[in-house]
């Protein structure tokens, strides 16, 4: 069973710029759910992607922007980089449906720096 | 908002039982109760979780409080690798984790 990947595990970008964080879910989970994570921080909900189509977003602004593909994997983009988007962004893969409670299955996350 | 309260630290000697606590008071009936830890500059990774009645893994054991306002981690017997960022969430189905500080237990050689 291979597990949750996200590529690269290292960025670093500069104000105004684009990017484009991509995550593999575990086998057979069809949910893929996107945190940002700053120093010191929990993890924060930006949103979820469940068969294709978002399935619910937490306080984040439009130019966070996603992507779920047939196959389950993701991007996450965010457009118009700010300093403060310098985080850890986590994936986390699960089975929506399967279970009654919510088990997720984080990646290793890549470090955003915004300079 | 994190539904959850935790201690922002503790610390316990290897070997010996790690308690962790967690306030969870206005958790609603369907509800459940989750544990992931976070190694440092890993992503967070389940633990256990819980409805009502105390649960125990191969990894650690949830005893929950018969009004569902409380519960306890507990590592039976911790060693270094247990090191870690602790977060307790209350939460049901598939909704987002909503993750707050948890708690940074270090162990002690």
């Known amino acids: 069973e291979t597990g949750v990947t996200q590529s690269p595990t290292h960025l670093i970008k500069t104000r105004g710029q684009q990017v484009t964080l991509r995550c593999s879910s575990q086998?057979?989970?069809?949910?893929v759910s996107w945190y940002q994570q700053a120093l010191g921080q929990g993890p924060q909900f930006i949103f979820q992607?469940?068969?294709?189509?978002?399935?619910g977003r937490g306080n984040f602004p439009p130019r966070f922007s996603g992507l779920q593909f047939p196959n389950y994997s993701s991007e996450l983009n965010v457009n118009a980089l700010e300093l403060d988007d310098s985080a850890l962004y986590l994936c986390?893969?699960?089975?929506?449906?399967?279970?009654?409670?919510?088990?997720?299955?984080f990646g290793p996350g890549t470090r955003l720096t915004v300079l | 908002d994190a539904k959850t309260t935790q201690p922002p630290s503790m610390d316990c000697a290897e070997g010996r039982a790690a308690n962790l606590p967690c306030n969870h008071s206005?958790?609603?009936?369907?509800?459940?109760v989750y544990w992931y830890r976070q190694i440092h500059s890993q992503g967070p990774q389940y633990i256990i979780h819980?409805?009502?009645n105390n649960e125990t893994n191969e990894m650690a054991s949830l005893i929950i409080t018969e009004d569902r306002k409380s519960s306890t981690l507990i590592l039976p017997h911790a060693t270094l690798r247990d090191t870690a960022v602790y977060y307790c969430?209350?939460?049901?189905?598939?909704?987002?984790?909503?993750f707050g500080k948890g708690t940074r237990l270090s162990v002690i050689a």
């Open positions: 986390a893969s699960s089975s929506a449906g399967e279970r009654p409670y919510n088990e997720q299955f």
């Open positions: 086998s057979g989970h069809n949910t």
């Open positions: 992607y469940y068969r294709e189509e978002e399935n």
């Open positions: 206005t958790i609603s009936g369907n509800e459940y």
């Open positions: 819980g409805l009502k």
């Open positions: 969430i209350a939460g049901s189905g598939n909704t987002p984790l909503v």
